[in-house]
């Protein structure tokens, strides 16, 4: 899905183990956001930034403080792109106005 978008993301980074895919908007801030690709129970996203308050996106949790998995870190590129957020995606629309959203900030 996120291949029809390419004017909007791009790949940034794939984790050596192909845990966690990385792609950042190609907008002015730059947002990244990473999953697993190999889940098949629901979409988790980690954000760099707060995600937007949207149908379909839930359980917001702030994860900039916790222990994260290594794999997050080989992926996004560092400073302020950390994986900062994680939230459930519940549908292909909601990812794209997730993205339609924060390609406007």
Same mark, same amino acid.
Request: hydrophobic residues 35%; proline residues 4%; neutral net charge.
């Given at each position: 899905?996120?291949?029809?978008?390419?004017?909007?993301?791009?790949?940034?980074a794939?984790?050596?183990?192909?845990?966690f895919?990385?792609?950042?908007?190609?907008?002015?801030?730059g947002?990244?956001?990473?999953?697993?690709?190999?889940? %098949?129970?629901?979409?988790?996203?980690? +954000?760099?930034?707060?995600?937007?308050? @949207?149908?379909? $996106?839930?359980?917001?949790?702030?994860?900039?403080?916790?222990n994260?998995?290594?794999?997050?870190?080989?992926?996004?590129?560092?400073?302020?792109?950390?994986?900062?957020?994680?939230? %459930?995606?519940?549908?292909?629309?909601? +990812?794209?106005?997730?993205?339609?959203? @924060?390609?406007? $900030?």
């Open positions: 899905m996120l291949a029809s978008l390419s004017a909007q993301v791009e790949l940034r794939r984790d050596n183990k192909d845990k895919w990385c792609y950042k908007l190609k907008s002015r801030k947002t990244e956001f990473a999953f697993d690709p190999n889940t %098949t129970g629901g979409l988790y996203v980690r +954000l760099d930034r707060q995600p937007p308050n @949207l149908p379909g $996106l839930t359980d917001v949790e702030n994860i900039s403080g916790a994260k998995s290594t794999s997050l870190g080989r992926v996004f590129s560092g400073g302020i792109h950390d994986a900062a957020y994680k939230v %459930t995606v519940e549908s292909e629309s909601a +990812l794209r106005d997730m993205i339609d959203h @924060l390609m406007a $900030l």
